[in-house]
Structures are given as C-alpha cells and as structure tokens.
C-alpha cells in the first residue's frame, strides 16, 4: 500500500533514540528523558528555528505518556477551537496535551483563555514558537511552564536526515548536491526532506544532482531563517540602512524579511527602538507607533505596505543619537559607581522627621545647580 504522507511526517521520530540532534534535551541525561522516567509531565513551551523538531518532540511526549493529543496552529485555530478542545478535556479520561504551534501568533486574549486550565490541570500545554517566548507569550502563562530551547540543527545532523531519507526513496546523492541541499534547507530538517522528495519524483537517476535539487526547490531560499545569524544580520542591515539615510538598502532589507515570512511585529518594534535611538524629530516615534499599530490590527500581506512607508519616513528623517548617547555614558556611570546619594535639596520629604534631617531643604524648582550626586557633580552626559 502506498504511502501518501508527506517524507517528513513518515520519517519523524517514534522514540526519543530517533531524534537526531538536541542532545541536551533527548540525549542520556537530558531533562525530557528524566521527567518521561519520572512520570510527571508539566506544561512546556520548545522556543527553536523552523524545522528543529519541536512538533516532533510534543507528539513523542503525548505518545510515550499514553496522553490524548490535539494538535492546533495559533495561525488558524479560534478562542472557539480552543475552548471545544478544553470543554472535551473536562470529559476524557485519559491525559490530553494541548499542543499550539506557533503560540507567539495567539494574541493576549487567546493565551490568557488557556490559563485557568493549565493551572488546574484540564490540559496539558505544549506551545512551540520560533520567538523570543519572554517577549511573545503572556507572563502568567509562561510562568505555568518549562521552556525548552531547540538548538539548530548542525551539519552532521542533516547529514543523518539525508541519509534516512535516501534510504526510504532508495536513492543516494552526489557530494555537491548534498551540500547544496544542506545549504538552501537552510537547518529546517522539514523543508530538507520536502525538497529531497520532491527531487525524487522529478527525475529518473538514482543519484540526485544539484540541478533537480534546485528545480525541487523552485528557486534557492532566501539564506534566512528567525532565529538564527541571517535573522540578525537582516534586521541588522535594515536598521544600519535607516541610520546612513539608504533609503533604498533600507527597503531591500525590509523587503527580504518580509519575503522570508518575519513577524512584522519583531520588524515594527525595532523601528520603534530606532526612532528614540537615531532620529531628531519626536515625530518619528509617533510615526513608528502607528506603524506597530497597523502590524498588529492589519496584519500581512496589507501590513508590509506600513512597513515600506514607516521605513522610508525613518530613513529621510534627521538622524541625531545624542540623547541615547547621553543616557549611556549616564547608564555606564551607574553600573560603575553603584547608587550614589541623592543630594538632600532633592530628595522627597513626607514627613517632619525627614524635613528635620534636611531633606528638600534648599529646593528651587528652576536652578541652575547641578543636581546630580556629589561624586559626579557637574558632569555632562548631553552634548549639544
């Protein structure tokens, strides 16, 4: 009988000794193995890059503990779906693992609906994200949970997911084709065994050469992925390009996040971080607030379009970080010096025992006196 299943979801692990890579958490040891030996399984959010094996890891959790598991995507699933899933919890009697993919796209209300059941135990709760979950998931929430980090996968780690996969599709690959696989997989195991597939249906040779490689992928991926370096050196560049006023390197930036699927909003907050930091006008803040705005309402496709309009506003704009460098040099003296002494003539005086100690004796409320402490008096963090 055929197997219609896509190659990824045929090969995916059965045991925890199938998982290739994350050692520190499936290898002897690892934290996974000891709470599957110890019988307790508590709510977890895995935080890697695509295609590292967070789903895998969330359905051989729900499989080795005999736990009922539903799988939803934050992309589609409604408070609704969520709410059904929890309502049939309350009724079952076996364990059952909530699994979210893509948490970071519920919103506040949606993450905050799964709270009173995590707590209580209705679920259990396994979110996966390729964001920052400090910044994605709500507090209350992630405090309820363990997170597990996923590392990406290494070369040699690809090279066993090759070789599993060419061995289904009875096939083998030349050494420039195996690399470049690897190269435009770009660590997503995922999209590596998709693209090896498809390669295999589109030609005759038992060895797959780079060019049906390539026609498998359609055109070479963008070098990029969300959590690691090129997600960096992307927002990098975009942000190096509003600040020498490149309007043009800074579209091309911006244009290649959003073309390789980034959060709009990770995009937005740095181009709110970026209008106190560099530009002259407080307007810029304004202008980039509303841009995080129209991210969060709008959302994609129409939302790059407030990218695009936010971006060149930034870049055309005067360009001034004297206040950010003041509040540095500032910033460094403190973790330097410690907490020095207010001076007395300002410090607050509530009651008569403090008035009688000096306190705010001697304020004027427009004087031209340093009022920093007496270590530092004088010093000047803002220069005009």
């Not at 699933?77 to 699994?99: G, K, P, Q």
């Not at 740095?270 to 705005?293: G, I, K, W």
């Amino acid at each position: 009988m055929i197997d219609h299943r896509p190659l990824a979801d045929i090969l995916r692990p059965q045991s925890l000794d199938d998982v290739v890579g994350q050692e520190h958490l499936v290898g002897k040891g690892g934290i996974l193995r000891k709470l599957l030996a110890s019988g307790f399984l508590p709510s977890v959010v895995f935080w890697g890059p695509p295609g590292s094996g967070k789903t895998t890891l969330a359905q051989l959790l729900a499989n080795l503990t005999n736990s009922h598991f539903v799988h939803k995507s934050a992309v589609t699933a409604t408070l609704a779906d969520v709410r059904a899933v929890i309502a049939e919890a309350e009724n079952f009697s076996e364990r059952t693992i909530l699994f979210i993919d893509e948490i970071h796209r519920f919103n506040k209300a949606q993450q905050d609906a799964l709270l009173p059941h995590v707590e209580h135990g209705t679920v259990i709760f396994i979110g996966a994200t390729t964001e920052n979950p400090s910044f994605e998931i709500i507090s209350p929430l992630l405090s309820r949970c363990r997170v597990f980090v996923l590392k990406q996968l290494e070369d040699k780690d690809l090279d066993k997911i090759i070789d599993r996969g060419l061995l289904y599709l009875k096939r083998k690959i030349s050494d420039d084709s195996r690399a470049f696989l690897k190269e435009i997989a770009n660590g997503d195991a995922r999209a590596l065994l998709t693209i090896l597939e498809i390669a295999s249906q589109i030609t005759r040779d038992k060895t797959l050469k780079a060019a049906s490689i390539e026609e498998a992928a359609q055109r070479k991926m963008l070098q990029y992925d969300r959590a690691g370096d090129e997600h960096y050196n992307a927002i990098s560049a975009f942000i190096k390009s509003m600040r020498a006023s490149d309007v043009d390197a800074a579209l091309y930036y911006l244009a290649r996040m959003v073309a390789s699927g980034e959060d709009p909003l990770f995009i937005a907050r740095r181009m709110v971080v970026f209008a106190s930091e560099d530009v002259q006008t407080p307007t810029a803040l304004v202008v980039s607030n509303a841009v995080f705005a129209a991210c969060q309402h709008i959302g994609y496709p129409e939302c790059q379009e407030n990218l695009a309009a936010g971006a060149v506003y930034l870049a055309q704009a005067k360009k001034d970080r004297s206040a950010y460098d003041a509040y540095m040099r500032a910033l460094d003296d403190v973790h330097k010096l410690g907490n020095l002494p207010v001076p007395l003539l300002i410090r607050n005086a509530p009651t008569k025992l403090m008035k009688a100690e000096g306190y705010g004796k001697g304020y004027e409320a427009y004087t031209k006196e340093s009022l920093l402490p007496e270590k530092i008096k004088g010093k000047i963090y803002m220069r005009r």
